[in-house]
């Protein structure tokens, strides 16, 4: 079992930053591909971003390419996503997730999810 801890969310002005952090522990393994998907209000989850095991291979939605940048330490079993150029449609939760596959961009292909942060962007 790999459990995910996702922290960083809150309240920020349009035009602002954060950075979410996702901590792994358990049965961790850097070989697996993270990801993160948001889910804002009345809406279904989408994909955010993704990143291979390496941290060589990153993908993004287009709505946050050039705004938002994942990252990871496999050292610290962490995942991160700087997120930079806020809009306010970028509110919602912000769920970390991990697959034992190679990146993709579908929910379904991620095998264990974190809680969530939330991530409000006021305009």
């Known amino acids: 079992q790999v459990q995910l801890v996702e922290s960083g969310g809150g309240l920020v002005q349009a035009g602002g930053s954060l950075q979410l952090s996702c901590a792994a522990s358990g049965r961790t393994d850097s070989s697996h591909t993270m990801g993160w998907f948001r889910q804002a209000p009345g809406k279904e989850r989408e994909f955010v971003a993704t990143?291979?095991?390496?941290?060589?291979?990153?993908f993004y939605a287009d709505s946050v390419k050039g705004r938002f940048t994942i990252s990871r330490d496999n050292g610290k079993n962490t995942v991160y996503l700087q997120m930079n150029s806020l809009k306010s449609e970028d509110t919602a939760v912000y769920y970390c997730?991990?697959?034992?596959?190679?990146?993709?961009?579908?929910?379904?292909?991620?095998?264990?999810w974190g809680q969530g942060t939330q991530v409000t962007v006021s305009s």
């Open positions: 997730a991990g697959a034992r596959r190679g990146p993709g961009v579908s929910a379904a292909s991620y095998d264990y």
């Open positions: 990143i291979s095991w390496s941290g060589g291979i990153t």
